[in-house]
T-cell receptor
Framework: DADVTQTPRNRITKTGKRIMLECSQT?????MYWYRQDPGLGLRLIYY???????NKGEISDGYSVSRQAQAKFSLSLESAIPNQTALYFC?????????????FGPGTRLLVL | DAKTTQPTSMDCAEGRAANLPCNHS???????VYWYRQIHSQGPQYIIH???NNETNEMASLIITEDRKSSTLILPHATLRDTAVYYC??????????????FGKGTLLTVNP
């Protein structure tokens, strides 16, 4: 089984709809991240969480919200989806306890907003 | 975090070594060099990282120049499954903006049969 899973893998929605992307991990890591990837722009950080009680905005958090339900679960919500939120979304986890910040990524969610 | 410069694309023959260069001339003393790769539309995958010594693991080798201003990722026997975008990232291990990885555009490595 994959260590970092994302659901759904693909989603089509309409402008104005609220949607939630979910991420679960079995690695036991405290740190979790949400990124989006657009063609030619690399990955950009949306939100990150260093533990259940810690939520931080990344570089492009407008229009998004997150919830850290448990150590293993980190959800990303689009309150009112718009077409320029069409992108590939990745969840990632990391554990700096071993002295390095290696991140482990999920398989991604491809979102299309019409 | 220091910026990096990589070639846009490279080709390699299957079974040959793939050598991917990265320039990071503004690297600071406490910054590590990380390499990740992304196979088409999949999540990025960690490959290797190092500070100043050369490193090797089951996936690749990392050669860092003595002045640390550049490095080379070596895939010793490239296969078709190694076709991917390879990202070179420089970042401090602790402190600063250590919460995120800054992915540039990377190098598209195409391994040809």
């Amino acid at each position: 089984d994959a260590d970092v899973t994302q659901t759904p893998r693909n989603r089509i929605t309409k402008t104005g709809k609220r949607i939630m992307l979910e991420c679960s991990q079995t690695k036991g890591h405290d740190r979790m991240y949400w990124y989006r990837q657009d063609p030619g722009l690399g990955l950009r950080l949306i939100y990150y969480s260093f533990d259940v009680k810690d939520i931080n905005k990344g570089e492009i958090s407008d229009g998004y919200s997150v919830s850290r339900q448990a150590q293993a679960k980190f959800s990303l919500s689009l309150e009112s989806a718009i077409p320029n939120q069409t992108a590939l979304y990745f969840c990632a986890t990391s554990d700096p306890g071993q002295g390095r910040e290696t991140q482990y990524f999920g398989p991604g969610t491809r979102l299309l907003v019409l | 975090d220091a910026k990096t410069t990589q070639p846009t694309s490279m080709d390699c023959a299957e079974g040959r070594a793939a050598n991917l260069p990265c320039n990071h001339s503004t690297i600071s003393g406490n910054e590590y060099v990380y390499w990740y790769r992304q196979i088409h539309s999949q999540g990025p995958q960690y490959i290797i990282h190092g500070l100043k010594n050369n490193e090797t693991n089951e996936m690749a080798s990392l050669i860092i120049t003595e002045d640390r201003k550049s490095s080379t990722l070596i895939l010793p026997h490239a296969t078709l499954r190694d076709t991917a975008v390879y990202y070179c990232i420089v970042r401090a291990e602790f402190g600063g903006s250590n919460y995120k990885l800054t992915f540039g555009k990377g190098t598209l490595l195409t391994v040809n049969p």
